[in-house]
Structure formats: structure tokens, C-alpha cells
């Protein structure tokens, strides 16, 4: 699977993950723009020197690519970086949004500041840098955007609030993009990786050996190219095992007399799945009131 004349943006990739990716894919003939603000875990500094390391690593492998340092954190630095692979190399076929810094603190202790700070790098990053890439990708009807989502956000993890949810609210724009671009031949994934980085040092036990960023990659890859067969999809990647996040839904109960009584009354119903219960997977709002529609329906 080859990436001969395709242009690559990867976010915070100048280390970790990122520049896996980008390693990947410009082995893959991809021409990849290698952004990294350069700062520390939580956000804090920021030095040209960590993109421009990895574009030099790229380019002594025989590949193209070119440094770019603005933050995905404000809607300029998202434009800029857009706007940095146009300049390079003509267009952009590919978006990686995978920038990140933590900022982890007990719900009740987290402060305004820890709240901003991550929103405004994974999720609000998110929406600055894949808006002009979407109307670029839109125009020439064609694009990949994979966004970097976490267990985190899909299923929840201890004193990370902020991160968690802005990790959460990745998939919910990813699920619109996946719609909105559909006519436009633009794919939007997902992926919650797990790997051993600077994020994760420390804290994976003795599974760290078996999870390097160069395991998640390939995902990547296969989502970043032409073959990609999904849309509004995510997908858990950690170490070569590859599975599915469902966003699903039970078959649910219709209550003749809707109550809070009544709810209490038939929650198990309610909540269960499998087992008989058929469960639905909408991949739109609109498929989800025809579920609910036909539902009542039966009702009657
Ligand atoms: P990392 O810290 O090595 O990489 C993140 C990169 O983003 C850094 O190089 C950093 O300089 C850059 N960055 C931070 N703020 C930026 C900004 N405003 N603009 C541009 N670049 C910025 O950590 P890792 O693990 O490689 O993380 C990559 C992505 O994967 C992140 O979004 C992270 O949340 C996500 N992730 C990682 C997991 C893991 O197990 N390592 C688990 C789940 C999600």
C-alpha cells in the first residue's frame, strides 16, 4: 500500500506516536509535514528542533518532508499548519490528529486553567486543524482523517476529566466529519492507541515491551489510505491487536406509562444487551430516530 504523491499532515510528530506515523508512512512514499510545537508532556515550552529532527530522519530514509512548529491549540496555528503543507508540497490527502499533552489531577482538584489547556489541545486542536484540511480535502473530493482518540475517553480513567473528555468529544466530531464528508470522498476515523511513549512511561507495566508506537502505526497507515473501507469508525490499537470500539446501543424498552417508577421497574431491560437483546449500532443521528421510530411503533 503505497503513498506515492500523497501529502500527509501528522500533529505532534515530533516524537512518540507521531513520528512513528510519520516514519510509516513517508516509507510509504507519502510527503509528510511534521508538526511538533516542541514542549514538554504538559504543554509547557515549545522548540522548532523536535519536528525538524524527525523531518531529518525522514529525509536521510530517502523520503520528502517538511518542519512545521505552530500549536493546534489556536484557530491561526491550525490555518498555518494547513496552510505550511500546501505551501511544501500542494496539497493535503491525509490528516493525523494525534498532538497531545496531559494535565491529570482528581476531578474535584482540577482546576480552569488544566481544563482549558487540554480541551484546547486535543479537541479544540482538532477542530482548528481539520477545518481548513476538510475544505482543502472537500474541494479536490478527497481525504483521510484520522484522529487520535483513548480508552481514556471511550471508557473512562481516573484523574483525567479534562483529557477524557476531550478525547470523548474527538469521536463526536469525528462521526460528523465521517458524514458531511462522505459525498466528498473524505474518510474519518479514529484510533485509542496504546503505546510506549513519554505520555505512558512508567505506568504500562510489563507490557510496555510489547507496545511500540510502531505497532499502531500500520492502523494508521490503513486508514490514512485510498483502500480505507470505513468511515465515523474507531478503533482500539495497541501492540498489534487491532478491535472495534462500538458506540451501540440496546434494543431498549418502550413504557406504556413512562414514569420514574417505571423506569426503576424495567432497568434491567433497559440496560441489558446481548443474549436475545438485539443491539443496534447507529452511525447517525438520523439512523438512531428510525431505531426509536420503529420502536414506538411495535409499541402500539
Ligand atoms: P507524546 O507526548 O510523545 O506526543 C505528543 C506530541 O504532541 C508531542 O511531541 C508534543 O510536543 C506535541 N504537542 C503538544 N501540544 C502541541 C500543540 N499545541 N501543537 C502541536 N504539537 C503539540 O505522546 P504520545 O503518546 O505519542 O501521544 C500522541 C497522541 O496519542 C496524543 O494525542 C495522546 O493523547 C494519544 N494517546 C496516547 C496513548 C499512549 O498510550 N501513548 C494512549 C491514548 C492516546
Redesign the pocket.
Known amino acids: 500500500m503505497r503513498f506515492d504523491g500523497r501529502v500527509v499532515i501528522i500533529?505532534?510528530?515530533?516524537?512518540?506516536?507521531?513520528?512513528?506515523h510519520a516514519l510509516e508512512l513517508a516509507r510509504r512514499g507519502a510527503k509528510i509535514l511534521v508538526?511538533?510545537?516542541?514542549?514538554?508532556?504538559d504543554?509547557s515550552g515549545?522548540s522548532a528542533s523536535?519536528a525538524q529532527r524527525v523531518v531529518d530522519e525522514i529525509i536521510a530514509l530517502g523520503g520528502e518532508a517538511a518542519a512545521n512548529?505552530?500549536?493546534?491549540?489556536t484557530p491561526e496555528?491550525g490555518e498555518a499548519?494547513v496552510q505550511a503543507a500546501v505551501d511544501a508540497f500542494g496539497r493535503v490527502d491525509v490528516l493525523v490528529?494525534?498532538?497531545?499533552?496531559?494535565r491529570d489531577k482528581a476531578f474535584h482538584k482540577m482546576d480552569a486553567t488544566m481544563i482549558d489547556l487540554v480541551l484546547?489541545?486535543?479537541l479544540k486542536?482538532g477542530f482548528y486543524v481539520s477545518q481548513p484540511a476538510f475544505r482543502v480535502m472537500r474541494e479536490q473530493k478527497y481525504g483521510r482523517i484520522i484522529s487520535?482518540?483513548?480508552?481514556?475517553g471511550m471508557f473512562g480513567n481516573f484523574g483525567q476529566a479534562n483529557?477524557g473528555a476531550a478525547?470523548a468529544g474527538l469521536v463526536g466530531l469525528t462521526r460528523v466529519m465521517a458524514l458531511e464528508g462522505a459525498d466528498y470522498g473524505i474518510k474519518a476515523n479514529a484510533i485509542?492507541?496504546?503505546?510506549?511513549?513519554?505520555?505512558?512511561e512508567g505506568i504500562?507495566g510489563d507490557l510496555a515491551g510489547r507496545?511500540a508506537?510502531e505497532s499502531v502505526s500500520p492502523m494508521v497507515a490503513y486508514l490514512a489510505h485510498e483502500d480505507c473501507a470505513v468511515t465515523g469508525h474507531v478503533y482500539s490499537v495497541?501492540g498489534g491487536r487491532i478491535a472495534r470500539i462500538l458506540v451501540a446501543e440496546t434494543q431498549g424498552v418502550v413504557l406504556p406509562s413512562v414514569s420514574a417508577e417505571a423506569v426503576r421497574d424495567n432497568l434491567t431491560e433497559i440496560d441489558q444487551s446481548g443474549d436475545g437483546h438485539a443491539d443496534y449500532e447507529p452511525l447517525a443521528l438520523s439512523e438512531e430516530v428510525v431505531i426509536v421510530a420503529k420502536a414506538l411503533s411495535n409499541a402500539v
Open positions: 500533529t505532534g510528530s515530533g516524537g512518540g506516536l507521531g513520528r512513528s508538526n511538533d510545537l516542541g514542549g514538554s508532556l504543554g515549545g523536535a512548529s505552530d500549536s493546534v491549540a496555528g499548519i490528529n494525534n498532538a497531545g499533552i496531559l484546547d489541545v486535543h486542536g487520535t482518540t483513548s480508552a481514556s483529557y478525547k485509542a492507541p496504546i503505546a510506549l511513549t513519554r505520555m505512558t504500562l507496545l508506537p495497541a
